[in-house]
């Protein structure tokens, strides 16, 4: 038997909140499915299980809020027991009463709020509610599938107040906002960040994409972004003290590399989960995972090993920004490159002078764990390794 | 289809996009990234689901002609009508 646990996603992350199953008991789990949902300061995080097998019992009540570590679920390997529920007898617990019993399958215990249960809504929106002493049943949501958004709440107490607008995301973006303050007050309190920029000639890549892009439908088109993320996956294979983590005093590279994509969130929020083995995979499975991560994030469903994952950060200003930007690390990563917008500047080539596209790259890395010097010819690699979309 | 029902179809998949922008506020001729704080993979977005929604063919030459409002609906109507439709 295994234990299906609250997670840890995030070094600041002690406990979490249990805010939905998406399975229930009885139900074949293979490792990298999503079971549950859990409620955190960074939002409603989507959870991946590590078993595979059924699902046996839940341990937890929803709505729950339990240390980091603690049981939720216990996961039996195929084979390893016949089901409870295949007995005629009445069920032992509540937990595993038949399959074809109809939801909800949670116990009556009192959580916060007992007629919310299996609700969603926003962190934020749950924490006002329950200031306001507001039942969340009543509460019309206008998030993503009807979630319940903090704007819903504050509706509800300001009575007479005129509609908000209409939001995009079921996100909680003050809750947001107070992760990012958390998280990057302590990269700068711990972390003595050293800076280095770089400008790189990048007409390459953007012909070459033009050359590809030309022939595939836009579901098949890559951008430029697709290709930075590749190069500063595949950099950090020469150069691995910039992919991995800073814990407990000393380094643990990573063996993996999982590029945290910086993803700007409408309404003034950021969040960089994990792009899973950007080094290993084509391409084309990199752009594809690259756009499922943005549409997914901003509409507030970023899996757990997402969060928790991220070996080193990628952050990119797009077309529409400044030149370069300064990087703050993620802790407990330790290094984060950024890439300002491609602007057409004079350059020289061969000894005379050419328009050229040309992007500004800059590197901020712990100096705990690397130097400049390192950090120079990492940065230069990426630049190389851009000279040459083709072998990306 | 006339350029009435093309612009409610090129504001729908754009609100998408970008929900809390009330389209009607947006200029007919300004800048949608500037307008709606758009950026390369949101754009990405649009033009695959007009793509998908009308069936016509936008190449990413083209992108230049789609930025306003004016000019994505001027351009889908010329494509529609190249096509019959």
């Not at chain 2, 289809?1 to 001729?29: F, Y």
């Not at chain 2, 306003?68 to 010329?78: D, E, K, R, S």
């Amino acid at each position: 038997m295994a234990e299906f646990r609250m997670p840890s996603l995030g070094a600041d992350m002690e406990a979490g909140t249990l805010v939905e199953w998406l399975v229930k008991p009885g139900d074949h789990v293979k490792r990298g499915d999503i079971v549950a949902v859990v409620e955190t300061q960074k939002g409603a995080i989507e959870i991946e299980t590590f078993e595979t097998g059924r699902i046996e019992k839940f341990l937890v009540d929803l709505n729950s809020k339990v240390p980091v570590g603690t049981p939720l679920a216990e996961i039996w390997a195929e084979g390893e027991a016949e089901p409870v529920v295949a007995a005629a007898a009445p069920p032992v617990t509540p937990a595993a009463r038949p399959l074809a019993a109809p939801a909800p399958l949670i116990t009556p215990s009192p959580p916060v709020v007992p007629s919310a249960v299996g609700m969603r809504a926003s962190p934020a929106a749950r924490r006002l509610a329950k200031e306001r002493h507001i039942d969340l049943s009543t509460v019309t949501g206008s998030g993503p599938a009807g979630a319940i958004i903090y704007a819903d709440v504050e509706r509800l107490g300001a009575a007479g107040a005129a509609p908000e607008r209409k939001r995009a995301p079921g996100l909680d973006l003050n809750a947001m906002r107070v992760a990012i303050a958390a998280a990057m007050a302590r990269s700068k309190r711990e972390i003595p960040h050293y800076y280095l920029e770089h400008q790189v000639d990048v007409t390459a890549c953007e012909q070459w994409l033009t050359a590809h892009n030309t022939t595939l439908p836009p579901d098949n088109r890559l951008l430029f972004g697709a290709l930075t993320i590749k190069a500063v996956a595949l950099a950090t294979r020469r150069f691995p003290a910039f992919n991995g983590f800073y814990r407990d005093n000393k380094f643990e590279p990573a063996q993996a590399v999982h590029i945290g994509v910086a993803i700007s969130i409408r309404g003034g929020g950021l969040a960089a989960p994990a792009l899973h083995d950007a080094d290993r995979i084509s391409l084309d499975e990199l752009m594809a995972s690259m756009r499922d991560l943005v549409q997914r994030t901003r509409a507030g469903r970023i899996r757990g090993s997402e969060m928790s994952d991220p070996t080193i950060t990628v952050s990119s200003l797009g077309e529409r920004g400044v030149e370069a930007l300064y990087g703050v690390i993620y802790p407990p990563q330790v290094a984060i490159v950024g890439f300002g917008k491609v602007v057409e500047r004079p350059w020289v080539i061969d000894g005379a002078i050419g328009p050229r596209s040309v992007v500004t790259m800059t590197l901020a890395a712990d100096h705990r764990v690397s130097d400049g010097h390192a950090g120079a010819l990492f940065l230069a690699e990426i630049g190389k390794l851009l000279q040459e979309p083709d072998k990306l | 289809m006339n350029d009435i029902d093309i612009r409610k179809i090129v504001k729908e998949e754009l609100n998408n996009i970008a929900p809390e922008v009330d389209m009607d506020h947006i200029e007919p001729t300004a800048d949608l990234r500037e307008a709606m704080d758009i950026d390369s993979m949101d754009f990405l977005n649009f033009i695959t689901a007009v793509t998908h929604r009308l069936s016509i063919d936008i190449p990413e030459v083209d992108y230049p002609k789609l930025v306003t409002l004016n000019g994505a609906v001027a351009y889908i109507g010329a494509k529609l009508r190249s096509s019959g439709r």
